[in-house]
């Protein structure tokens, strides 16, 4: 079972993108294309604020026609950030984000944000998982070695 440290060593860009509330929509969306991710964490200092995702800019600024410009980030963030523990298993993740319908989740560690996992993250991790199992049964049905 693969725990969400070892996901966060494999992935390639470790590092924890984010936003301050009062920045503007417009500052987070250009930093998340820059860096080619769909959530950045709002902190306030070291403390998490909130997430601010691809879907709080469809739904509460799009739709309601508000300006990127202008608008803070506080102000269409999603408030309530669920988060897991470097020690949980992508399975766990899964069914957090599953039942939450979330698609990011913080990694906190002793109170300290250590990493950010996505969907994308564990559904990899699950596949290499099963890939290498799946290996495993042939080489032992087939008798190599």
Not at 12 to 26: F, R
Not at 38 to 65: H, N, P, S
Request: glycine residues 8%; proline residues 3%; hydrophobic residues 45%.
């Amino acid at each position: 079972m693969t725990t969400v440290a070892e996901i966060l060593r494999t992935k390639a860009d470790g590092q924890v993108h984010a936003v301050e509330p009062s920045d503007t929509v417009l500052t987070a969306l250009r930093r998340m294309a820059d860096k080619g991710i769909g959530a950045l964490l709002v902190m306030e200092g070291d403390q998490i604020a909130g997430i601010f995702t691809e879907r709080d800019y469809a739904r509460k600024m799009v739709l309601l026609g508000r300006s990127s410009g202008d608008t803070p980030v506080s102000e269409v963030m999603t408030r309530a950030v669920r988060f897991v523990r470097p020690t949980q298993s992508a399975e766990q993740c899964m069914a957090l984000m599953t039942e939450n319908r979330l698609r990011h989740l913080p990694v906190v560690e002793a109170g300290r944000v250590v990493g950010l996992v996505s969907i994308g993250d564990l559904v990899k991790s699950v596949i290499s998982e099963q890939q290498f199992i799946i290996e495993q049964m042939e080489l032992y049905i087939t008798g190599v070695r």
